[in-house]
């Protein structure tokens, strides 16, 4: 289906789309779960670019369940004497390495080469390159207000606060993926478990992009386990906070680079998590 607006193939989420597909296929791309044939590259490689599109909508449950699996590790290192500060580090830490920290990864190279290219080819080009202090600073501000907004929730809090934040960030790279063109990938992706590139992908079916329901499912979902987690006050005020900084992440993509790469996609993920917690720590 082509959008008639931009002319740009519109992938829609079928009636029989496979949502415990979806979701395997999300948690595969998204995360080092091991979860059957779908984590293998060569696979992810054959799927047609419209069901890689479609899993987008999955994307929410699959950053739920990350987030569980990291505030129970911040819940169990609490129970184990770990408090505040030390609990909190066991939690980023298990999230770290259940992404691969791509979205801390992702920001600093962003940054970096916002501030060091000049045009949107050479910036793309320096996200490949080694960090820089500028990304270096903007990396250990995003880690550190996780960190310290994580530290000041009781560590219960602290688990459905990293559910509500990691959900809201992969429903943010899903919005990204739809507004936002995509990109050659002139820039190593080694950091990106999208592999290969849903940004290559979709590029090479005709900038492809998801379609409005399955952009609409991931919001829904996303919202939903944000207010489910956080409650009415402290969810619509992170939801809130999560939306601005999305726009504002997304804008800066635009502007920097002229799209997306999946190292953008991480990029405003990570961004959106840091956004969710401060605000949960708030209120």
Do not use: C
């Given at each position: 289906?082509?959008?008639?607006?931009?002319?740009?193939?519109?992938?829609?989420?079928?009636?029989?789309?496979?949502?415990?597909?979806?979701?395997?296929?999300?948690?595969?791309?998204?995360?080092?779960?091991?979860?059957?044939?779908?984590?293998?590259?060569?696979?992810?490689?054959?799927?047609?670019?419209?069901?890689?599109?479609?899993?987008?909508?999955?994307?929410?449950?699959?950053?739920?369940?990350?987030?569980?699996?990291?505030?129970?590790?911040?819940?169990?290192?609490?129970?184990?004497?770990?408090?505040?500060?030390?609990?909190?580090?066991?939690?980023?830490?298990?999230?770290?390495?259940?992404?691969?920290?791509?979205?801390?990864?992702?920001?600093?190279?962003?940054?970096?080469?916002?501030?060091?290219?000049?045009?949107?080819?050479?910036?793309?080009?320096?996200?490949?390159?080694?960090?820089?202090?500028?990304?270096?600073?903007?990396?250990?501000?995003?880690?550190?207000?996780?960190?310290?907004?994580?530290?000041?929730?009781?560590?219960?809090?602290?688990?459905?606060?990293?559910?509500?934040?990691?959900?809201?960030?992969?429903?943010?790279?899903?919005?990204?993926?739809?507004?936002?063109?995509?990109?050659?990938?002139?820039a190593p992706t080694d950091t990106s478990s999208l592999a290969p590139s849903l940004a290559g992908a979709a590029l090479a079916a005709g900038y492809a992009r998801p379609g409005r329901e399955v952009i609409a499912?991931?919001?829904?979902?996303?919202?939903?386990?944000?207010?489910?987690?956080?409650?009415?006050l402290s969810g619509v005020l992170a939801l809130a906070a999560a939306a601005l900084i999305a726009w504002l992440a997304m804008a800066a993509a635009r502007n920097a680079v002229g799209g997306y790469t999946d190292?953008?996609?991480?990029?405003?993920?990570?961004?959106?998590?840091?956004?969710?917690?401060?605000?949960?720590?708030?209120?």
């Amino acid at each position: 289906m082509t959008d008639s607006s931009s002319g740009r193939p519109d992938y829609h989420a079928p009636a029989d789309g496979g949502w415990g597909q979806d979701i395997l296929r999300a948690l595969a791309q998204l995360t080092r779960l091991p979860v059957g044939a779908a984590t293998v590259p060569e696979v992810q490689a054959r799927l047609p670019v419209e069901v890689r599109l479609r899993s987008l909508r999955a994307w929410p449950v699959a950053g739920g369940i990350v987030g569980f699996l990291a505030g129970l590790a911040l819940l169990t290192a609490e129970i184990l004497g770990f408090i505040g500060v030390g609990s909190a580090l066991v939690g980023l830490a298990v999230l770290a390495w259940l992404v691969r920290a791509e979205p801390d990864i992702a920001l600093a190279r962003f940054v970096h080469a916002r501030t060091t290219g000049h045009d949107d080819t050479s910036r793309r080009a320096a996200m490949g390159e080694t960090v820089g202090p500028a990304g270096l600073l903007a990396l250990f501000f995003v880690v550190g207000l996780k960190l310290a907004a994580l530290a000041t929730l009781p560590a219960p809090i602290g688990l459905l606060a990293l559910v509500a934040a990691v959900a809201a960030g992969r429903a943010a790279m899903a919005v990204a993926a739809a507004r936002l063109r995509p990109l050659p990938d002139d820039a190593p992706t080694d950091t990106s478990s999208l592999a290969p590139s849903l940004a290559g992908a979709a590029l090479a079916a005709g900038y492809a992009r998801p379609g409005r329901e399955v952009i609409a499912t991931a919001v829904i979902l996303g919202g939903a386990i944000v207010l489910l987690m956080l409650g009415p006050l402290s969810g619509v005020l992170a939801l809130a906070a999560a939306a601005l900084i999305a726009w504002l992440a997304m804008a800066a993509a635009r502007n920097a680079v002229g799209g997306y790469t999946d190292l953008v996609l991480a990029t405003i993920a990570g961004l959106v998590e840091a956004a969710v917690l401060v605000s949960a720590a708030i209120v």
